[in-house]
């Protein structure tokens, strides 16, 4: 299990680097640099706060866009890892095991995983996809 978690963990930390490389970046630089060009054109007050507002706005969504996102990745994964759990007790039952069929289980759920696995990495491009439009979308 350790190795798919590993798998998985190490496509979405590459995922979300190319992600802050290509856009995230920019797009907090242009969200700061906005932000101190109210500070050389307002005073401290209101008209200050409202010019802060907008950027700061700004600046949430994309970290909301991409925390969405990757609660619905974890919950794919967790609704395909408890299908295969189901499926091994449906093909093994709940009765005490020996250890060749605890083996044949042990093997059967890591093989599913796997499978879980697999296709959910094939999911990352269309990810990292729709993370980046939507910064495009804000980066405007």
Known sequence: ME?????LSQ???KMMGEIYDSKLK????KM??????????HD??????ECLHGPQQKMQIPQQVIQNEMK???DRLSRCVQACSDDVQDSFGQTEASASTEAK?????????????DKLLTTIPNLKSSITKTIDQYAK
């Open 32 to 41: 700061h640099l906005t932000m101190a060009d109210c500070y050389a054109k």
């Open 44 to 49: 401290l007050g209101n008209d200050l706060q």
């Open 26 to 29: 920019k797009f907090q630089q």
């Open 3 to 7: 190795e798919i978690q590993a798998r």
């Open 105 to 117: 289980a042990k093997q059967q759920m890591m093989k599913c995983c796997n499978g879980c696995a």
């Open 11 to 13: 496509a979405v930390d």
């Open 72 to 74: 619905v990745f974890q």
